[in-house]
């Protein structure tokens, strides 16, 4: 699934979420500051080539020393290190930041001056790439690295002037005082002391087994080993993930101290980042506290269902499966289309496999939608969205915090130990209804994963698995039910564990049946019934 060359972004909590610091320059410009400010990543030869090949005269229009000039260059060149990491390679960068990060004692805009240097180069060419198409108010001017220094890898530079140095100190407390008055960024600050990180070795080993597994990523992309070749090696390049970049990431993310956690704008709805959220999930996966690893509790289609309660839809505890089975799409391609459905513009929604079956059975909410992108733009779907998400997940942390828990935060997921993961479900299942919208948690790395238990539980035990596969979603079925429950018939629905893959689980509640049919599948969740 080639997501290159869109205008919308599918948060994750996946390997290609750091794209979304390309266009949220809150958070482009502000996520990236590590606890280190003297440290900063450059591309290698940076630091060489501007101090012996670029004109004096023109570093002496930057600062009267010359050595200062250089190391303001590489300040503003270390906004771009992230590009290393993502497709598109160009960055927006907000011009009243780099103006704090590059100022003189006076305060003189010395910024511009920078980006003349840097635009000039060298003779063998340029640092940088200018976009000088920008709209006020919505976003800023664009910049890249050549290709000559994209290939050439980043290094890492102490910085010795005292004046950047306190620049970046200025902006990096003003960062963490921002972070401690946000629910959700105190909480995660709060969180890191206890959070045990593997090793790359360690990584690349595993990695090495789950592209031996078949892993693919949230995105649908096929986890592979880069072996040292390039991408043109493979004809579908843009559909991989591989383990070795995927390292080289968290190295970034992560080597030099965790990322104060940042609040985006309005355009992520106030969405969290940290080192955490922008890591591969399967890295994610191998954190431990106390040598365990964390288990990890997250909604059920929850774009989908906050969409409906947004828009007045007319299902309830709508769920991917019952989407695939209605629609007659693969279930895996139905949890990969319903990360961008809504966030897309109307023609793309439109040409979207999932558009058919919200048109059927969703049409007023559609058209809703439609309005309402049309009279505030496509983005203000997935705004709306992401701030609901937003108060909801930083009620669930306030209230867990007052409680003496604290959890990693991946959006919608949440990240806790193990003797914690009852109430956080608890929590989440009750907070989620009292924002207006109906689904439910499901946990994934769970103690009973961990301990192999089987589907076929007899129905009497205490506690209950019951594997998916013995899910019957047939909507004859269904509306059998249904005509059952109008009649007045009293039905026994009871809760269990619903079992997908080895450390995927939900909570539902369940009604045993017989179905001539397709007698193995026995069982019909209570959030399928009450779907529309």
């Known amino acids: 699934m080639n997501s290159k060359n869109e205008d919308y972004i599918a948060f994750t909590g996946d390997t290609g979420d750091i794209d979304l610091l390309q266009n949220d320059y809150k958070l482009s410009q502000s996520a990236l500051r590590f606890p280190?400010?003297?440290?900063?990543?450059?591309?290698k030869k940076a630091q060489y080539n501007l101090s012996k090949y670029v004109p004096k005269s023109m570093l002496k229009a930057i600062?009267?020393?010359?050595?200062?000039?250089?190391?303001?260059?590489?300040?503003?060149?270390?906004?771009?290190?992230?590009?290393?990491?993502?497709?598109?390679?160009?960055?927006?960068l907000n011009a009243e930041l780099l103006h704090e990060q590059t100022k003189n004692a006076d305060n003189t805009y010395i910024y511009t001056k920078i980006i003349d240097v840097l635009k000039a180069g060298t003779?063998?060419?340029?640092?940088?790439?200018?976009?000088?198409?920008?709209?006020?108010?919505?976003?800023?001017?664009?910049?890249?690295?050549?290709?000559?220094?994209?290939?050439?890898?980043?290094?890492?530079?102490?910085?010795?002037?005292?004046?950047?140095?306190?620049?970046?100190?200025?902006?990096?407390?003003?960062?963490?005082?921002?972070?401690?008055?946000n629910p959700i960024c105190s909480n995660l600050i709060a969180m890191y002391p206890k959070i045990d990180l593997p090793t790359s070795t360690e990584l690349l080993v595993i990695g090495k087994k789950l592209v031996k597994k078949g892993l693919t990523t949230k995105k649908g992309k096929i986890l592979t080993m880069r072996n040292k070749h390039i991408n043109d090696y493979w004809i579908d390049a843009d559909n991989r993930s591989f383990v070795e970049d995927n390292i080289k990431l968290f190295e970034f993310l992560t080597g030099r101290g965790f990322m104060i956690p940042s609040a985006g704008d309005m355009s992520s709805g106030g969405r969290v980042v940290d080192s955490f959220t922008l890591m591969p999930s399967w890295i994610r996966e191998q954190i431990t506290i106390d040598g365990k690893k964390l288990i990890e509790c997250d909604y059920s289609a929850l774009h989908p269902n906050i969409a409906i309660s947004l828009y007045d839809g007319k299902a309830s505890y709508l769920t991917h499966e019952s989407v695939a089975e209605s629609a007659g799409i693969d279930i895996k391609e139905v949890k990969i289309?319903?990360?961008?459905?809504?966030?897309?513009?109307?023609?793309?929604?439109?040409?979207?496999?999932?558009?058919?079956?919200?048109?059927?059975?969703?049409?007023?909410?559609?058209a809703r939608i439609y309005h309402d992108k049309k009279e505030h733009g496509h983005k203000i779907?997935?705004?709306?969205?992401?701030?609901?998400?937003?108060?909801?997940m930083s009620d669930i942390i306030t209230y867990?915090?007052?409680?003496?828990?604290?959890?990693?935060?991946?959006?919608?997921?949440?990240?806790?130990?193990?003797?914690?993961?009852?109430l956080v479900a608890e929590t989440m299942n009750?907070?989620?209804?009292?924002?207006?919208?109906?689904?439910?948690?499901?946990?994934?790395?769970?103690?009973n994963a961990h301990m192999g238990l089987k589907p076929n539980i007899d129905i009497n035990e205490q506690k209950i698995v019951v594997d998916s596969s013995m899910f019957n979603h047939s909507l004859r079925v269904k509306n059998e039910i249904l005509q059952k429950i109008e009649n007045g018939e009293l039905l026994d629905f009871i809760d269990v564990v619903v079992q997908f893959d080895i450390g995927d689980t939900m909570l539902d509640s369940v009604l045993k049946i017989y179905d001539e049919h397709n007698p193995e599948a026995c069982y019909v969740s209570e959030s399928f019934i009450k779907s529309a």
């Open 400 to 422: 867990l915090n007052a409680k003496g828990i604290h959890v990693l935060y991946v959006y919608d997921a949440l990240l806790c130990e193990e003797s914690d993961s009852d």
């Open 381 to 392: 779907t997935s705004q709306k969205m992401f701030s609901v998400e937003v108060a909801v």
């Open 63 to 92: 600062d009267t020393d010359v050595s200062i000039a250089v190391e303001k260059c590489l300040v503003f060149l270390y906004n771009l290190a992230s590009t290393y990491y993502t497709d598109d390679k160009w960055k927006c």
């Open 337 to 366: 289309l319903h990360l961008s459905f809504f966030n897309m513009n109307w023609n793309q929604m439109r040409n979207s496999p999932l558009f058919d079956y919200y048109s059927k059975n969703e049409s007023d909410m559609l």
């Open 36 to 43: 280190n400010v003297n440290s900063i990543l450059i591309p």
């Open 123 to 181: 003779s063998t060419g340029a640092f940088i790439e200018v976009d000088d198409s920008y709209q006020a108010g919505i976003h800023s001017k664009r910049f890249r690295l050549t290709d000559t220094y994209l290939k050439a890898g980043l290094v890492e530079y102490i910085i010795k002037d005292t004046g950047i140095i306190r620049n970046r100190n200025k902006l990096y407390y003003q960062q963490l005082h921002k972070a401690m008055t």
């Open 430 to 447: 009750r907070i989620i209804l009292e924002h207006g919208v109906k689904t439910t948690t499901k946990l994934s790395g769970t103690k």
